[in-house]
T-cell receptor, first 112, second 115 residues
Framework: EDKVVQSPLSLVVHEGDTVTLNCSYE??????LLWYKQEKKAPTFLFML????IEKKSGRLSSILDKKELFSILNITATQTGDSAVYLC????????????FGKGTHLIIQP | EPEVTQTPSHQVTQMGQEVILRCVPI?????FYWYRQILGQKVEFLVS????????KSEIFDDQFSVERPDGSNFTLKIRSTKLEDSAMYFC?????????????FGQGTRLTVV
């Protein structure tokens, strides 16, 4: 059975801190690793990582995939209160969105 | 910006009742999905729908569940004879094409509470 494990489950930091969120995966026919930000309700897409070792960046967020260790990290620098959310990691094995296996998420709280 | 719309945002229903969760996908999207997230648990795939038929479904999606596209815009999830364990957030999503399924747009979700 495919499995995606995120750590930590919950994290509280102060504004301005840098955080690293972890995601390990065991996904049959793995194609890519996705990160989503879930605020209040709907997950919104952040990154899709397909190649190992190539960092993707979007503003203060960055992510990288290690296909040898079956691992990805999501970094957020200079955190702001608006970064508070649940961050979801998902392994994608192809096909439609039914090929997504989600982790339980990391609940990130940024305190002012 | 186009968005997936779900109604209602929150529904409370008695055990044994039938519920219909509604979704309006983005207009030019062809692939539609339902996911479920039980409180404190991970997001779970339920079903995908294309060309007016189910293309994939998970083990969760048993005979209690059905999906329908009754007209050109709505996409519904029907849950018959609800159980307490059906209480969850239900997300609808849509994507332009299968190859872009990883960038599916999610709706805001319907929180279903079965009492």
């Amino acid at each position: 059975e495919d499995k995606v494990v995120q750590s930590p489950l919950s994290l509280v930091v102060h504004e301005g801190d840098t955080v690293t969120l972890n995601c390990s995966y065991e996904v049959t026919n793995f194609r890519s690793l996705l990160w989503y930000k879930q605020e209040k309700k709907a997950p919104t897409f952040l990154f899709m990582l397909t190649s190992s070792g190539i960092e993707k960046k979007s503003g203060r967020l960055s992510s990288i995939l290690d296909k040898k260790e079956l691992f990805s990290i999501l970094n957020i620098t200079a955190t702001q209160t608006g970064d508070s959310a649940v961050y979801l990691c998902a392994g994608y094995s192809g096909g439609g969105a039914d090929g997504l296996t989600f982790g339980k998420g990391t609940h990130l709280i940024i305190q002012p | 910006e186009p968005e997936v719309t779900q109604t209602p945002s929150h529904q409370v229903t008695q055990m044994g009742q039938e519920v219909i969760l509604r979704c309006v996908p983005i207009s030019n999207h062809l692939y539609f999905y339902w996911y479920r997230q039980i409180l404190g648990q991970k997001v779970e795939f339920l079903v995908s729908f294309y060309n007016n038929e189910i293309s994939e479904k998970s083990e969760i999606f048993d005979d209690q569940f059905s999906v329908e596209r009754p007209d050109g815009s709505n996409f519904t999830l029907k849950i018959r004879s609800t159980k307490l364990e059906d209480s969850a957030m239900y997300f609808c999503a849509s994507s332009e094409a299968l190859s872009r399924a990883t960038e599916a747009f999610f709706g805001q979700g319907t929180r279903l509470t079965v009492v």
